[in-house]
């Protein structure tokens, strides 16, 4: 299922300095429709990873699972033999990639629960500045609904990470790292990027980018699914907590400061 997708220079430049970029037409409309599949799949299977996101109150049903690439083949074949391992490495301006994992987002009609600022690395059991996550839509995502992101923000600063119903530090305790900033108070000082998406669209960040995305309306559903990559300079970092996602035995495995060699995530 080849796809020839040209990926402009200036998006490269545009991932280094902002942290977040646009890819319009990545994906193809047949790779779109696998996607699609496999996604429906996973949610006819979810796995013990999976948890609802959103509140029992909650008009709709924010549903998440990851690390089932391994056993969804549709899935397997967008991560391995789309464009996204050559977009990711020419992001990141690593040598080579190899795959993290896999993250399914779907938020149902009427979904209230908004995803809260956040970055992802602090949540990781990895270390390193050569990664990209891909946020792949398979339904239309107009501006309200869509992954917002400060400009900027993966240069360095790790914010404390918390959980997203009822803001408990469970990872870095309280007081290791910084707090987050009041992002929509001060627009002028956290310029935000948003797209709007098709299908065949996606958005790639970096895994320390502050991104945050509101609820869904009553018409509309939004299946998201997201392919993780890491390049050369990721190391595994030892936590003395679980990890989002977590990897069981994987601490026996890898020694702390390692490179990521595991059968987990395979070199592309």
């Known amino acids: 299922m080849t796809h020839l997708y040209q990926l402009p220079d200036s998006t490269v430049e545009d991932y280094q300095r902002n942290g977040a970029v646009v890819l319009r037409g990545v994906l193809s409309p047949q790779q779109v429709t696998l996607l699609t599949q496999g996604i429906e799949h996973n949610l006819q299977h979810l796995s013990p990873l999976a948890q609802v996101a ?7 049903r924010f ?15 967008i991560m391995r033999r789309s464009a ?14 190899r795959i993290y994992h896999d993250h399914l987002l779907v938020k149902e009609p009427g979904t209230r629960q908004p995803t809260p600022w ?16 891909f946020w792949i839509p398979v339904d239309p995502v107009p501006l309200e609904s869509t992954l917002r992101f400060v400009s900027g923000s993966h240069a360095g600063t790790w914010y ?24 929509d108070a001060e627009p002028d000082r956290y310029r935000q990027l948003a797209w709007d998406l098709e299908p065949g669209d996606a958005v790639a960040f970096h895994m320390l980018t502050l991104h945050a995305s509101g609820g869904v309306s009553p018409t509309h559903r939004r299946r998201v699914f997201s392919a993780r990559y890491l390049g050369d300079d990721a190391r595994h970092a030892l936590r003395p907590w679980r990890t989002s ?8 495995r890898l020694p702390d400061g390692a490179p990521m060699e595991d059968a987990l995530f395979p070199m592309l």
């Open 160 to 183: 404390m990470p918390r959980t997203f119903r009822d803001n408990q530090a469970k990872w870095f305790p309280d007081g290791t790292l910084a707090e987050l900033p009041a992002i």
């Open 118 to 133: 956040h970055q992802d690395q602090p949540y990781y059991n990895v270390s390193g500045r050569q990664n990209v996550s």
């Open 63 to 77: 549903i998440e699972d990851f690390c089932t690439w391994q056993s969804n083949a549709a899935y397997e074949q």
């Open 84 to 97: 996204l391992p050559e977009v990711a490495r020419a992001l990141t301006q690593s040598s080579s990639v």
């Open 245 to 252: 996602p977590p990897f069981p035995g994987l601490d026996e």
């Open 54 to 60: 959103s509140k029992a109150d909650d008009p709709g």
